[in-house]
């Protein structure tokens, strides 16, 4: 059973802080950390503590304060960074290390100028380095996503063999088609001799909206971790939701994977990194968007009125929303209105609804949404009209 455990490691306090207008100041990271923990999530990548006096000071603050999850921190296959990072991370219960450098030919050649056997080495001398300061050290294969498979698994063993416990394969440019990133995982459980010395993670962007699809295939394949954002926060088009992947896992009970997080804390923690961070959550967003579980339609609320399953997958209090809405609008009918009068307190009957529905639909065309006050007016007018 626990082979089936998927590790939720989150970043939103690094990538997705790197969102333009997203900066948190120390206090405010403190704050989602410890939601986070509280979420249940197992890694909080705290942030980069070589990039600035501010977030060195934030990481080695929440380092003091987060007792049940693992805190990591990023650093470059620099071994000044690592240093740093390491620094940072003295008051951790569970200090991780995130190191690593990219591994395409793109990143070899026009970013390092460098050759792949240059690249190995330092690959395998930043998880040496790491490996001095803390026990648990994941090393990142940046691009890994167009990466050549037999190279990256070259990366893959070597690193292993220098210590590292965690191998993270980045989908960095959100590149990969889900069955592509799910065989490059496949490859590398069939073709890394050690690799069941360490724990595989999805760490997957979201430039064409395949991240959340990128990770589960991942996961399908062999990896049990999988590295995501509250809201899919994260680098330009952003990463992979940890709402999403979490939520599809539970779903898909069937196939037996489970994670440690409170279901339950998903939309409370989603509106306070959105608050928090000052970056709206979108109305259609799955599982914590405000349109999450509304209906408007005529033919999804007859259904659901029915039988909320016939258009829910999930209840809305399984990830703490408030609850499902029945929308009134120029789509909605007769079953819907019917339904919004009797919580408003006024029983009609089939023949009057029909009466009702005509002088609603007018509303509706006249309006995007027809509201309880319009009801209560129509009610009080019908109710004086003489039999």
């Not at 240059?118 to 990142?140: G, H, M, P, S, T």
């Not at 210590?163 to 960095?172: K, M």
């Not at 539970?250 to 961070?277: A, C, E, W």
């Not at 307190?345 to 995007?368: C, M, P, Q, T």
Request: hydrophobic share 40%.
């Amino acid at each position: 059973m626990a082979d089936k455990k998927i590790n939720i490691f989150d970043t939103t306090l690094r990538d997705g802080e790197q969102v333009p207008g997203c900066k948190l100041n120390s206090k405010e990271k403190i704050e989602l950390a410890l939601a986070l923990e509280d979420l249940g999530v197992d890694i909080i990548e705290a942030g980069f503590p070589i990039s600035s006096p501010g977030d060195f000071a934030s990481v080695q603050q929440i380092a003091k304060v987060i007792k049940n999850s693992s805190v990591c921190a990023l650093s470059r296959a620099v071994e000044k960074d690592i240093e740093t990072a390491a620094e940072a991370l003295k008051g951790a219960a569970r200090p991780r290390i995130h190191t690593g450098i990219g591994t395409s030919d793109s990143h070899i050649k026009s970013k390092f100028n460098a050759t792949r056997e240059e690249i190995l080495e330092r690959a395998i001398q930043c998880v040496k380095w790491a490996k001095n300061f803390v026990d648990d050290v994941e090393f990142y294969a940046e691009d890994a996503g167009r990466t050549d498979n037999d190279y990256l698994a070259r990366v893959v063993e070597a690193v292993i063999s220098a210590g590292a416990t965690v191998v993270n394969i980045p989908d960095t440019t959100g590149y990969c088609l889900p069955h592509q990133y799910g065989e490059k995982i496949a490859y590398l459980i069939k073709n890394v001799p050690n690799i069941d010395k360490a724990v595989i993670s999805c760490h997957c962007h979201n430039d064409l909206g395949l991240a959340t699809a990128n990770s589960i295939s991942g996961v399908l394949h062999g990896a049990r971790q999988i590295e995501c954002t509250i809201n899919g926060l994260g680098e330009r088009a952003g990463n992979t939701s940890l709402e999403e992947v979490v939520m599809i896992l539970k779903q898909h009970h069937t196939l037996g994977y489970f994670t440690n997080i409170k279901t339950q804390k998903l939309n409370p923690i989603s509106r306070l990194v959105s608050d928090t961070m000052r970056m709206p959550v979108q109305a259609n967003k799955a599982i914590v968007g405000s349109n999450a579980f509304s209906h408007s339609s005529g033919i999804h609320q007859d259904g659901f009125l029915k039988d909320a399953q016939t258009y829910e997958i999930i209840a809305p209090e399984e990830v703490g929303a408030d609850g499902s809405k029945i929308v009134l609008t120029a789509r909605s009918g007769r079953s819907a209105l019917a339904h919004r009068f009797q919580k408003l307190g006024h029983s009609f009957n089939r023949n009057e609804i029909d009466v009702l529905y005509s002088e609603f639909l007018k509303i509706a065309d006249r309006k995007k949404e027809v509201e309880d006050a319009d009801l209560q007016i129509m009610a009080k007018n019908f109710e004086v009209i003489p039999s």
